[in-house]
Nanobody, 122 residues
């Protein structure tokens, strides 16, 4: 059993920053890869960033250079630092985690958080 709890979402002005956190609990041994996805109204869920089981970081082209994913293994927590936010970044952001056998598997993984709303608006 794995539980993923996101925090840090909210309303921010364009150009602002937010840091999302996702804390994993339960069967933490079943997690070796974590990531973030987002879904905006009328759009399908898309990968934002992920850290593979091999430690590689991947980003959507639209966020590369603005967002940074990191993981604190000791705390079983993954973060998404979002800078220079744009209205197009508004979405529900979902934490994603799981255990995979491939070192370059960017997901989606087996477990999902409930999501946290990020709204970028003046």
């Amino acid at each position: 059993q794995v539980q993923l709890v996101e925090s840090g979402g909210g309303l921010v002005q364009p150009g602002g920053s937010l840091r999302l956190s996702c804390a994993a609990s339960g069967s933490i041994f079943s997690i070796n890869a974590m990531g973030w996805y987002r879904q905006a109204p009328g759009k399908q869920r898309e990968l934002v960033a992920a850290i593979t089981s091999g430690g590689s970081r991947g980003y959507a082209g639209s966020v590369k250079g603005r967002f940074t994913i990191s993981r604190d293994h000791a705390k079983n927590t993954v973060y998404l630092q979002m800078n220079s936010l744009e209205p197009e970044d508004s979405a529900v952001y979902y934490c994603n985690a799981g255990r995979v056998d491939s070192y370059d598997d960017y997901g989606p993984y087996a477990h999902w958080g409930q999501g946290t709303q990020v709204t970028v608006s003046s």
